[in-house]
């Protein structure tokens, strides 16, 4: 079943997006660094995961996108892999 494996990555990618969103944006009052370090681990540990949901950030044109990729590289998110999500998404 590939097709669900894949809706699973990419609900897992989209929640990791959305915590780091939530705490690099500031849309979540009380979500420290810290706690949004506990709510990645606890969504996901996989480098290559991380690395597609920083990769996502990276290429936003908003203020605080770096804060978003470096809470993702301080979670785990392997850099090299975040490249490559960066070339397959055409950028």
Do not use: F, K
């Not at 203020?63 to 055409?90: F, M, N, S």
Request: glycine share 6%; net charge negative; with cysteine.
């Amino acid at each position: 079943m590939p097709e669900t494996r894949t809706q699973n990555r990419q609900a897992t990618v989209d929640r990791l997006r959305r915590i780091a969103d939530d705490h690099a944006g500031g849309y979540r009052p009380g979500l420290t660094r810290a706690g949004a370090l506990a709510e990645l681990s606890a969504t996901s540990s996989d480098p290559d995961l991380l690395a597609e949901a920083a990769a996502a950030h990276a290429m936003a044109d908003n203020w605080y996108a770096i804060v978003a990729v470096d809470l993702l590289i301080e979670a785990g998110a392997d850099e090299d892999l975040i490249q490559t999500h960066i070339a397959e998404l055409g950028c």
